[in-house]
Every structure is written in structure tokens, then in C-alpha cells.
């Protein structure tokens, strides 16, 4: 059974509903296990409670054997019967988690044996609760009410008057503010630490929380963003009322093809870099790199690539240099004093990379710092580039790098604009296509790049124009703050953060940050920069035309059919088929609002934030991914959402939620992924999807400091017992 994906209220969950739902609703009473056949690497054998079977509970083995901390966890069947398959070759702890139990005492056993395991029911609705996603104690918040806004300031409500409805202000606490970079809601950040200190009170506690570490500059920014004295009283209401015993509505366990998940995982990293994206495959070609290394990027924390062989487990590093030694390091010192490093400043890196992408020879490819943002005098005004001469630009803040794994070599790429995120077009020159240039986007001839190494001439980027004037072809154009003019076009500085190929026209997508926010198309033409042209599509807020309303996307993806895919700050995954759209999209009128009908809103699978009233979740998954070519085995082209509250992947099948939860360690938290097919002729063994712990405090996961990042990886079986 799946989810719908229809609205609903989740009510509080007392003691009653607590009993009745897990512990009557899902032990298989009185059925009858048939024997779990096993063979020499599986573990198996029947989850039981004091009511008999327990049905879709995790069942997790791990070691410490191998060459790096291993991890495996299933699911149990409508029987309480599980099998781990397919185990490296060690001794394990083996233990039951899950909703309305306690952890269960940890066996130690070896591949090839039975084990039949006793689970532990939890004393308690708050000893149960202890194991429930992020998202669900995140919901317990309680945001200023619709009536509060616009706000007015230190001297009246405390709501910053810049956040001018209760939906901005939601934004801003989710997308544009903490969960961007951490969960809310684990058991790290709904407590105050007692290494923290002592305070008078819990709006003391939090105005110091928000100082740690050398993140504390950008804490203490997002609740002046949001009004400081209005957050640090909700924060603290919701870490009071959770102190006193307040608890989220309880979640269901996994259901129908839920229970078919195998999830692996090895630690890399170290325990102070934080991971941002990893990649294990050419997103065009799964096939590419079979049971090849994983390379991740660790933003702002270390100089390395951090690499995971799946098949040895074993990680290592590849240096990541920049090219200029006066680069200045990303992070700077801690503002105050961490509880879990103290003064220690554990971010140092230079490069800053933040997004690996493979291509169709394995070769990884990476947004990373090369050098200052100040540009050379090719990029700016004067310069015969042919971009520059249609719009110089001074400063880019992050460029691209390229590790040749057959080489072991890095090649280090000056571009003139801004990258973050990449993805590589289907086109002869396997154009490599980056968002974060800001009022540009940039692009790079690899074919180009790789026959003759001039950056310079493999690169170009474009003014983003709308063709306001409904000619077809890029004109003269007003500026941003311009009014349209209809005998002219219009550019916009609504910047690409996501970005997409679509494989049916070659036009490149991507979202725009902000509330509300909007998604962008551009059509290269024959000759970019001088042929390519814009469109942009609001998200449909505030409209009553539109049955559900949403802002502020994130990461985005598309599917082979065109249909583009996104998670937005209120809690829903969207779509928006351009082929919906019934008026024109060029021309004066053609400024964003004029396809609200493309948009299609599904609210993700999480309670709702408790005095929330519209359509939505308390989730806010950070990106989606378009699984194009089945590499997990729900089908081709399901959008993936990373499920950052959720603590798993949320994947949209056939208009059903699937929801895969990672169980062990608590606080799962992604930025992407990507699938691989290893071998198409062995079934679900062959294919997967890979991602990595991304959270920027990994620490604040159920292992606690010295914990590192996670490679992840999601496969599905046909059924819980297939070996």
C-alpha cells in the first residue's frame, strides 16, 4: 500500500491512539511464519513482539569489520519476516527498530546464520517518539499567525517588516533560512545541549545556540531575516513544550513495496568535513562507471574528494587544489564557541566545491573555487570574448574543476561567471550547462575544453532575456527594474539554482530562489549568447484560479517527457508541464504569471506545521531528482524528493507517495542523488540509487560527534524476502 498524496490534517497522537495504531494495527497476530530460506552471506529470521509478528519494522546489521563502518537494513514482511542479503563477510550487530518500539538488545552473528529476533515495545508515547523522523517534531512548531503580518518591527510584533505574510515567513524559516543546510527537529536541535551552559531561560539558550561555530554568522543572519526577538520565541516555545512532554502524531510504518527497500551505507569522509553532493554515474547513461568509485564534494569544509569503493569499502581522498594560493578560505572563525568543537574552526577549505557530475567517460566534474571572484580581463568590458562583448562580468565566486581518475589528475577551469550546481546537455559537444551565475548562465564546451585545454574559448554565458517584445529572437532589452516595454525585450536577474536538460528540445531549465519564487527556460538558439532566450513561470500563489498553492522551490529536475519537477518551502512537490500552458509565452504579458495551469502541487508526506492551515507539510526536501531510466526499480521518470525532514527518499509513483526511511543513524538529511545501473541483467541486485549524508552537522545525528558522512544506497526487491 502507498500513500495519497491528498491534503490532510494529522491530529496529536495520545496514548490511546499511540496503543491502538501500533501496537494492534500492525503485529500480525496469531499468522503463521513460513521459514526464511537464507543463503551463506544473509542473515534471517522472524521479528516477534508480545503480540506476535511484527510486521514493517527495520531489521538492521552493521559492523565495524571492514575497512570502513558498513550498515545494512531491511524491512520486515507482513509476517515479521526479514532477510538481510548478500553481506560482506564480517560479524554484525543485529537489532529491530521501529515506530512504538524501543531498540531491541543488539545479537552479534555472522552471515549464514538464523537469527529470530524479539522486539521491544515502547513503556511510552514519548519513548516511541524518541525514533520518529525530524519532520514530525518539527510540526510542532507553532509560526506567528496569519494576523501578526506584515510584521512590525523590534518596537511592535517582533516580525521583521520585510516578511510580509505568514507564508514568506515560513519560507524563510525553511528554504531560505536553517533547513537548507540542517534538519530541524532531531533530537540536537529540538533540546537545548548541556554543553551549551546554563541560561535564565530557553530564549537565552537559543540566542547563544545560534552563535556557535563558524556557521553562527549565517544562524544569527536567518533570525534577523526572520525577526530575532518573534524566532527566538517560537523556538523556544517548541523546545519548552516538547521538554514537557509534548509529542508529534506518529508515523505509519513502511507499507507494500516500503518493505522491499535495502538500504547500505559507508561511512567517508572525516568527522569534521561536511558532504554537499555525491555522484556515481553519468546522469544520461546509468550504465556508466558500474561498480565504479563514488566522488562526493564537501562545500565549504575540506580541500578533498572524498572516494568510496563499494565494492572493497574501502575510502580515500583526492586532493582538491585551487590555482590561486590567495584564495581566501570559504569559512571564516567561529563566532562563539561550539559544544561539540569548541574554538576549533574545522572548515578550511578553499576550493569550496559543491556539486560533482560525471560524464560519459567517468571523468568527475565539479563546481570549485580556482582562485578570487575578481575576474580576468577576458570576462569584463573591453574583452572580444564573445559573451563578454554582450555582457561583461567582474566577479564569479566558484568555477569548475575536472579529476581524471585514469590520470589521477586536476584540471583546474576559470570561468567568468558563478557555478553551484552542473548537468551536461545530449548535444555533440556534451555542453556542460551550471547554475549560481546570478543575472547569467554559463556554460562549457567540454569537447572543446578537452581537445585544445583553452578555457577561454570553451566558454560562454548569457544574459537571461525575455522576449517581451514577441518577435522571437533577442533584441535590445529594459533592465530588471525596467518596466516592459513592448517594442523591446526584457532581461531579468532572477538567477538559475537548480538547472535541467530537457532531452526533448535541448532548452535548459532551472528554479529561481525567492517567494515566490519561479522556475526559468532557456532556448540556446543556433548561436548562444546572441540567439538565446528566456521564459520564466511563478509558482501560482495567491492565485484562486489555482486549487493548491506553493512557493519557493529548490533543487529541480525534469523528466524525459519535459515535465519539470521540484520540492517547494510550503511542503509539496511540484510539477509544471509547459505543454499545459493555453495563452501565449512570448510578449509583453508573458512576465511569469501566465501559465498558472502548467503547475501541479502534491503535498509531500509529513504532518503539517501544527497552526498551519493550507495545503502542505513541515518537510522541506531540498531538491528533486528525476529518476529517467528506472535505476531503482519503481519505474521510469518517478521525481524523487530528498525528504530532508523525512530522514528518506520520497518518491512520487503513479500519483502514490513511496516513502524509503533511513532508521539508522537518525537524521538522514540529503542534497541529492543519483541512480546507477551496475548490471542490467542481474534485476534489482544491478541497480540503485546512491546518495550522501549532507547535512553541514553531521554531529547532530543519533551517533553524535566524530560522526562522518554516509554514502547511501537505496535498491529495491521485488518483496522483503528476495535474496
Known sequence: MTRSVESRRVVHAGAALFAAVLLAGVSACGQTSDAVEIDGDDIGGVVSGPDGPEAGVWVIAETMDLPTRFNRTVVTDDQGRYLIPDLPDATYDVWVRGYGLVDSRKIRTTPGSSEDLTAVVAPDPHAA??????????????????????????????????????????RSLKSGGCMACHQLGGKATREIPEALGEFASTSDAWARRIQSGQAGGSMVGGLNRLGTSRALEMFADWTDRIAAGEVPPVPPRPQGEERNVVITQWDWADPTAYLHDQASTDKRDPTVNAYGSIYGALE??????????????????????????????????????????????IWDSKANAHNPMLDDQARVWLTSRVGPSDNPAFCREGSDHPSARLFPTTRAGRHLAMYDPSTDEVSLIRTCFGTHHLIFGEDENNTLWTSGGGQVIGWLNTKMYLETGDEEASQGWSALVLDTNGNGRQDEYVGPNDPVDPAMDKRISSGYYGVAYNPLDGTIWGSSLGFPGSILRLDPGPNPPETALTEIYLLPLDNPAVPIQGYSPRGMDIDRNGVVWTPLASGHMASFDRSKCTGPLNGPGATGGHCPEGWTLYPEPAPQIKNLTESGSAESSYYTWVDQFNTLGLGDNVPINTGNGSEGLLALKDGEWVVLRVPYPLGFYTKWMDGRIDDPDTGWKGRGIFATISTRAPFHMETGE??????????????PLAR
Open 129 to 170: 517518539a524518541q525514533y520518529y523522523p525530524a519532520a514530525y517534531w518539527f510540526s510542532l512548531i507553532e509560526v506567528p499567525e496569519k494576523n501578526e503580518f506584515p510584521g512590525t518591527g523590534p518596537q511592535g510584533n517582533g516580525i521583521s517588516p520585510s516578511i510580509g505574510s505568514q507564508s514568506a515567513f515560513v
Open 300 to 345: 565549504a569544509s575540506a580541500d578533498y574528494v572524498p572516494v568510496l569503493d563499494p565494492i572493497s569499502h574501502t575510502a580515500s581522498q583526492v586532493p582538491l587544489p585551487v590555482r590561486d594560493p590567495n584564495t581566501p578560505v570559504a569559512s571564516g572563525p567561529p563566532m562563539q564557541p561550539s559544544p561539540y568543537w569548541g574554538d576549533e574552526a
Open 706 to 719: 566524530g560522526t562522518p558522512s554516509k554514502v547511501v544506497h537505496f535498491q529495491m526487491r521485488p518483496d
